[in-house]
Nanobody
Framework: QVQLSESGGELVQTGGSLRLSCAAS???????????QGWFRQAPGKEREFVAA????????YYTAPVKGRFTISRDNAKNTVYLQMNSLKPEDTAVYYC???????????????????WGQGTQVTVSS
């Protein structure tokens, strides 16, 4: 059973940067070998949406269009941690950001549906205008 814990969310001004972290653990946890990891977000009054994902090896990434060129997902498998570097933040990036980990090997577009794996509790990111 994988447990995920996000951190790094806070209030930041438009144009600022944040780095979110997601650490994985668990009672029977033996590492995230072959797990895809991703970030999703949910703004007030909206459904949860996909943000970014990264393969187990880190050589394949996938982003939603609104964050391409501004956000970068990365992972450190030795630390069982995935990161989301967010630059040039905009008010529309305001949301609770959730980490996901899944044993998944299909298309990125299907993973982005959010139908797979385990979730963290979320971390709040607020971008002021």
């Amino acid at each position: 059973q994988v447990q995920l814990s996000e951190s790094g969310g806070e209030l930041v001004q438009t144009g600022g940067s944040l780095r979110l972290s997601c650490a994985a653990s668990g009672r029977t946890f033996s590492g995230l070998v072959n797990y895809v990891q991703g970030w999703f977000r949910q703004a007030p009054g909206k459904e949860r949406e996909f943000v970014a994902a990264i393969s187990w090896t880190g050589d394949s990434t996938y982003y939603t269009a609104p964050v391409k060129g501004r956000f970068t997902i990365s992972r450190d498998n030795a630390k069982n941690t995935v990161y989301l570097q967010m630059n040039s933040l905009k008010p529309e990036d305001t949301a609770v950001y959730y980490c996901n980990a899944a044993q998944y090997s299909g298309r990125w577009s299907e993973y982005a549906s959010g139908s797979f794996g385990s979730w963290g509790q979320g971390t709040q990111v607020t971008v002021s205008s």
